[in-house]
């Protein structure tokens, strides 16, 4: 039977350097609801710090993960992030949007370090009912060689890219639909994947600052294994266990530290930029390393903020049999990224 190929139904596909990860998302009814998810291992080193290395591999692994979704359509929405990805507010004088579009590739000029002949811009008024002089734009330029590559691949995997987005974004669209009261006020998305952390600074609910930190679960696996001496099993299942042991909260300590670095940073650069003056008031974290036993309350001390995992599935209504094989609560924190890009509504 030919599964999930209506019209009426979004496929999320997200591509991390650990996993492949997709979401099915039906928008038949009054509301969205998930109708299967499925993931797949990604061998060692076939994506290294977002660049794919091994695009063959790639995309075999893509088309196992869609096969076991019981996909058939060939339309996917995906994602790209990562250093080659720029987003920021800005402040420009209040024109029409037509005008703005026009001006647009002068004011990045001026704001994204990149040569403008190969970056793909895009670009939302924030506040298109302001009646001040200036208005607030949130500004986004992506490398257009990282883009081609993300297509290339999916291409080689026989599918089509109906929409690319960008990771702090698609986070946000599921992040916004499960947990509306962080709509208010300045809230921090922590991203903790495999090789990147991804810090989004959400202020009055629109995603204005992305940092991405080179610390992940395969960095704390790589520090329980040389410096707690445990093996590669032993290291895994601490990471995706329930119980804190005292070989983990070390590694935990050191690297909750950087992640809670990286938050302050991107807190203060925001403070200093912005003329709402707020600082955050609460942390959300997502992703396979929010599993990690303990790490919650480390950077919970550390910040001296209130610290919870965001759930993917608070809000979302989801079909019986979703899941399959897979329980609930384990891979939830992964799905994030994979239902914010689902949760795009088809064309």
Same mark, same amino acid.
């Given at each position: 039977?030919?599964l ?5 139904? #979004?496929?999320? %596909?997200?591509? *991390? #350097?650990? %996993? ?6 039906d928008?038949?009814?009054a ?8 993931i ?5 080193? &076939? ?7 091994d ?11 869609l ?8 339309? =996917?929405?995906?994602?790209v992030?990562?250093?080659d ?9 209040r024109?029409?949007?037509?005008q703005?579009r ?6 990045a ?17 924030l506040?298109?009912e ?11 330029? &992506? ?7 993300k297509?290339r ?11 690319v ?11 916004e639909?499960?947990h ?8 921090? /998305?922590?991203?903790? *994947? ?11 609910g ?7 930190l ?17 093996? #590669?099993?032993?290291a895994?299942?601490?990471l995706?266990?329930?119980?804190? #042991?005292?070989? /983990?909260?070390?590694?935990?300590e050191?690297?909750g ?5 990286? =938050? ?5 650069? /925001?403070?200093?930029?912005s003329?709402?003056? *707020? *600082? ?9 390393g ?7 309350? =480390? ?6 903020l ?6 993917? /599935? ?7 049999g979703?899941?399959?094989?897979? =329980? ?5 924190p992964?799905?994030m990224?994979?239902?914010? %890009? ?6």
């Amino acid at each position: 039977m030919a599964l999930f190929g209506r019209k009426k139904t #979004s496929v999320g %596909l997200d591509i *991390g #350097s650990g %996993l492949i990860k997709v979401a099915v998302v039906d928008h038949s009814k009054a509301q969205p609801e998930l109708v299967r998810v499925a993931i797949t291992p990604l061998l060692a080193d &076939a994506i290294v710090e977002g660049e794919i290395m091994d695009p063959g591999i790639v995309a075999d692994a893509i088309t196992a993960c869609l096969q076991e979704a019981g996909v058939t359509a060939k339309d =996917v929405v995906t994602a790209v992030g990562g250093r080659d990805v720029i987003i920021k507010k800005i402040q420009i004088e209040r024109v029409k949007e037509a005008q703005a579009r026009e001006l647009m590739r002068w004011e990045a000029e001026q704001h994204v370090p990149f040569d403008m002949e190969s970056v793909e811009l895009d670009f939302q008024i924030l506040d298109p009912e302001g009646s001040d002089p200036e208005m607030n734009v949130l500004l986004v330029a &992506a490398k257009r060689e990282l883009i081609e590559g993300k297509v290339r691949v999916l291409t080689d995997a026989g599918i089509n890219a109906v929409a690319v987005d960008v990771d702090a974004f698609a986070l946000h669209n599921a992040f916004e639909l499960n947990h509306p009261e962080a709509m208010t006020g300045t809230v921090a /998305l922590v991203n903790i *994947g495999h090789e990147v952390t991804n810090v989004n600074i959400v202020e009055e609910g629109v995603p204005i600052l992305t940092r991405d930190l080179p610390t992940g679960t395969r960095r704390m696996k790589e520090d329980l294994q040389r410096e707690r001496g445990l093996g #590669s099993d032993e290291a895994d299942a601490l990471l995706k266990g329930f119980d804190r #042991s005292e070989h /983990l909260d070390a590694v935990l300590e050191t690297r909750g530290e950087e992640i809670a670095v990286g =938050v302050e940073r991107a807190a203060a650069f /925001l403070a200093s930029s912005s003329r709402s003056g *707020g *600082g955050l008031s609460a942390v959300f974290v997502c992703g396979g390393g929010s599993r990690a036993p303990g790490l919650i309350d =480390v950077l919970a001390d550390r910040l001296r903020l209130p610290v919870q995992a965001a759930n993917p /599935l608070a809000n979302l209504v989801v079909r019986d049999g979703a899941f399959e094989s897979f =329980v609930t609560d384990e891979v939830a924190p992964l799905l994030m990224l994979p239902l914010g %890009l689902a949760l795009r509504k088809p064309a």
